[in-house]
């Protein structure tokens, strides 16, 4: 069964420094990964995802995640803060078949310093 | 392009009664995933209707049933409600087509948030 581990419920960076948010995935096949952030009081949005093209798949507002099947991980990166990135960021799974369903890590919720 | 609308966006039941859920799905889109989302965690997926019919089921109890309807739009229905169904209500739909794979981009609603007392 496929299933995602979000390392860290809370990440807090300074506006302007690194963000890394982790992702570790396990599946029986190759999957598809996603990322999607949540901001206060709305639904979901994709964010980027991996469908087994290129490893490093750019997405909306700066953000990138690398694909490492060697450590089966995913991680979430952007360069440089920005204080509209606070929100909670969930990392998903699915296996790509038609009928698979979308599984969701449990959330990191990225705080931004001035 | 009409995005995911869910309603009602709040509301308050208390124990032992139903709720009906609803969701119109985006244009052009023809699956539509109910997920449960309780403070503080993940979405959880509860199921997932595909030309009406259901499509894969989460680990959520027979009293936990939905419907599609011609139109695309959903509604998820809850029976005998218990404190522990309080939590925001996800509806995401996405555009399937028969035999390719599910590329898993979903477009969510705003979600409906159940209290239950």
């Known amino acids: 069964a496929q299933s995602v581990t979000q390392l860290g419920s809370h990440v807090s960076v300074s506006e302007g420094a690194l963000v890394l948010l982790r992702c570790n995935y396990s599946?029986?096949?190759?999957?598809?990964l996603f990322w999607y952030v949540q901001y206060p009081n709305q639904g979901l949005q994709l964010l980027l995802k991996?469908?087994?093209?290129?490893?490093l798949v750019k997405g909306i507002n700066g953000f990138e995640a690398e694909f490492k099947k060697s450590e089966t991980s995913f991680h979430l990166t952007k360069p440089s803060a920005h204080m509209s990135d606070a929100a909670e960021y969930f990392c998903?799974?699915?296996?790509?078949?038609?009928?698979?369903?979308?599984?969701f890590g449990s959330g990191t919720r990225l705080s931004i310093r001035p | 392009e009409t995005g995911v609308t869910q309603s009602p966006t709040h509301l308050i039941k208390t124990r032992g009664q139903q709720v009906t859920l609803r969701c119109s799905s985006q244009?052009?889109?023809?699956?539509v995933s109910w997920y449960q989302q309780a403070l503080g965690q993940g979405p959880q997926f509860i199921f997932q209707?595909?030309?009406?019919?259901?499509?894969g089921r989460g680990n959520f109890p027979p009293r936990f049933s939905g419907l599609q309807f011609p139109n695309y739009s959903s509604e998820l229905n809850v029976n005998a409600l218990e404190l522990d169904d309080s939590a925001l209500y996800l509806c995401?739909?996405?555009?399937?087509?028969?035999?390719?794979?599910?590329?898993?981009?979903?477009?969510f609603g705003e979600g409906s948030r159940l209290t239950v007392l």
């Open positions: 995401a739909s996405s555009y399937l087509r028969s035999g390719t794979a599910n590329t898993g981009e979903l477009f």
């Open positions: 244009s052009g889109h023809n699956t």
């Open positions: 998903a799974v699915t296996k790509g078949s038609s009928a698979s369903k979308i599984i």
């Open positions: 209707y595909y030309r009406e019919e259901e499509n």
């Open positions: 599946s029986s096949v190759p999957p598809y």
């Open positions: 991996y469908t087994s093209a290129a490893t």
